[in-house]
C-alpha cells in the first residue's frame, strides 16, 4: 500500500507541475518525502477537511511543495498544495518554505495528459516543517497562507514516529526537439494501460512508471 501511495503521490506531483502552455505535464520532480501522522487542521477557503495525505516535493527549477491531498467525499481530486521557490534550513531539524501560491486541484479542472491542471492562486504565507530529510523524522509541519483575494488556508500535521519515505530520482532535462519523442512515449505508454486494461484511477501511475522504464532502456546506438 505504501508502494502504491508513493506512486499515486509523484503522479500527483507531476500533475501539478503540468503547463497548459507546453501542453505537455513536466517530469522534474528530483525529490519526493511521503509523511505519515495526522491532519489535526486542514483549512481550505474556511472550510475544514480531513486528509488522506501530506507530502513534500521539490522540483529541478527549485521550486517546493507541502501537497496535501483532501478527504472529500464530493471530489477524489481535491489537492492543494502550499508552493514556493524560497527555502532554508533554519536549523539542523526546522525547514522553512515562504510560500508564494496555492496550488488548487480538483475534478473540474482542465486536463493535460489525464490529469487536472491545477489553479494557481498567487499567495502570501509560510510553512514550517519541524524534523529533517536527512534523518527522515519529522516531527510535524504547519502551513498557514492568504491568497489575493483574502481566502486563506491553513495545514497543521502531526507525524505518527514512523520515518518518512524519501526517494531522489534523477531526471535529465527535455530539450524542445525531444518533445516530440516524448509526446509519442507518452502515448504508447497509454496504449500499453489500455491493453493492460489499467483502472482509470492507476492510469496515470502507470504511465510514469512505464515512460521511466523506457529512460532507463539504452539508445539502439548503446546497444
Not at 522553512?96 to 488548487?104: A, N, P
Not at 523524522?137 to 502531526?158: H, M, P, W
Request: with cysteine; proline share 4%.
Amino acid at each position: 500500500m505504501m508502494t502504491s501511495l508513493c506512486r499515486r503521490m509523484l503522479a500527483i506531483a507531476t500533475g501539478l507541475w503540468a503547463t497548459a502552455a507546453l501542453a505537455e505535464p513536466v517530469y522534474d520532480v528530483d525529490m519526493y518525502a511521503l509523511m505519515s501522522g495526522t491532519c489535526r487542521t486542514v483549512s481550505i477557503a474556511g472550510q475544514s477537511f480531513g486528509c488522506k495525505a501530506v507530502a513534500y516535493f521539490h522540483n529541478q527549477r527549485g521550486r517546493s511543495e507541502f501537497t496535501v491531498v483532501l478527504d472529500d467525499p464530493a471530489d477524489d481530486s481535491h489537492i492543494v498544495s502550499f508552493s514556493g521557490e524560497s527555502a532554508e534550513r533554519a536549523q539542523d531539524n526546522v525547514f522553512e518554505l515562504t510560500v508564494d501560491r496555492m496550488l488548487l486541484k480538483s475534478r473540474d479542472r482542465p486536463k493535460v495528459d489525464g490529469l487536472p491542471v491545477p489553479l494557481a492562486e498567487p499567495s502570501t504565507g509560510s510553512c514550517k516543517q519541524i524534523g529533517s530529510f536527512v534523518t527522515r523524522q519529522v516531527s510535524s509541519i504547519a502551513c498557514a497562507a492568504t491568497d489575493r483575494n483574502g481566502r486563506k488556508y491553513e495545514l497543521s500535521f502531526e507525524s505518527d514516529g514512523s520515518p518518512m519515505t524519501l526517494r531522489k530520482l534523477r531526471q535529465s532535462s527535455l530539450p524542445s526537439e525531444k518533445r516530440k519523442a516524448r509526446l509519442v512515449a507518452q502515448l504508447e505508454c497509454r496504449l500499453k494501460a489500455r491493453a493492460a486494461q489499467i483502472l482509470p484511477r492507476d492510469t496515470a501511475a502507470f504511465v510514469i512508471r512505464c515512460l521511466g522504464e523506457d529512460a532507463d532502456k539504452p539508445a539502439d546506438g548503446q546497444r
